[in-house]
């Protein structure tokens, strides 16, 4: 039986995804991935925790290969549908105008669109007009999906998220993935639905903060608010670390441990 994604993509993607499916998942049993196929499971799951896969790839700053480009640094990776597209070019607006906190956090930048790079050129110009900015970091030329496929960013559930040969877009996808080159968070947003810098940022806080310090951080977090410690650390242990340690339940616990300067 076709999966929606086949319906949803005409030949020449599927031909695309099912070329580089064999490198890109592990093996399975014929048995078993036809019992488990889905539509989800038509592109590689990345997982939290797992190595963000390599690629080579045309960026505005010129020829990247992923895993050198990220140079042991944390880096976060994140996707657009299509170049001149209005929501997409308010988030890359948006994105430009915060590279400087990302700087401070220590974090690389770098954005996907489904398009070629003399259109992200074109774009750009837009972007940096309608935002009032100056975007300074490379934007990845994924006209043909290789990376977006990898990436399990191809919209595998939107029909009308498509080029005008019919060819499916990229969800909006960002990745975070610390200097191990590991996934530590993914968020995935509809085409529909401009995504919140504000919020990436602070998800990068509470990681560097809870990697740092060895902290968990509770609902709404942002750096100066107290952090929980976390239920493998006795109270004794925390109180020897951080000092006071409020016991609100023997398994909530808080502390505070100042705000991280970058
Ligand atoms: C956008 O507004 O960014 C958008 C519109 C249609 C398709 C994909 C993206």
Redesign the pocket.
């Known amino acids: 039986m076709a999966s929606l994604f086949t319906l949803a993509c005409p030949r020449s993607l599927t031909t695309l995804t099912s070329s580089i499916r064999p490198a890109a998942r592990p093996a399975t049993s014929t048995f078993l991935r036809r019992a488990f196929a889905t539509v989800v499971d038509e592109q590689p799951r990345l997982r939290l925790g797992s190595i963000a896969p390599n690629f080579q790839a045309k960026t505005t700053q010129g020829d990247i290969d992923f895993h050198s480009w990220l140079g042991g640094k944390w880096a976060i990776l994140f996707s657009?549908?299509?170049d001149f597209?209005?929501?997409?070019?308010?988030?890359l607006g948006a994105f430009a105008k915060m590279k400087g906190e990302f700087d401070k956090r220590g974090v690389k930048m770098i954005g996907l669109s489904a398009n070629d790079l003399s259109s992200h050129g074109r774009w750009i110009q837009d972007i940096n007009e309608t935002s009032n900015t100056d975007l300074q970091f490379p934007i990845i030329a994924d006209a043909d999906r290789k990376v977006a496929y990898i990436y399990d960013m191809v919209d595998a559930q939107d029909v009308?998220?498509?080029d005008d040969k019919g060819i499916a877009?990229t969800i909006?996808s960002v990745f975070v993935i610390d200097p191990q080159k590991k996934i530590r968070l993914t968020m995935m947003y509809p085409?529909?639905t401009?995504r919140n810098t504000t919020e990436v940022l602070r998800v990068i806080d509470s990681l560097q903060t809870g990697d740092g310090k060895g902290v968990t951080t509770p609902i709404d977090w942002i750096p100066g608010d107290d952090v929980i410690v976390p239920p493998s650390v006795s109270t004794e242990d925390a109180r020897k670390k951080f000092g006071e340690v409020r016991e609100v339940k023997p398994y909530l616990r808080f502390t505070n441990v100042g705000e991280v300067t970058h």
């Open positions: 657009h549908p299509a597209t209005p929501v997409c070019t308010t988030e009308t998220n498509k877009f909006r085409a529909s401009g």
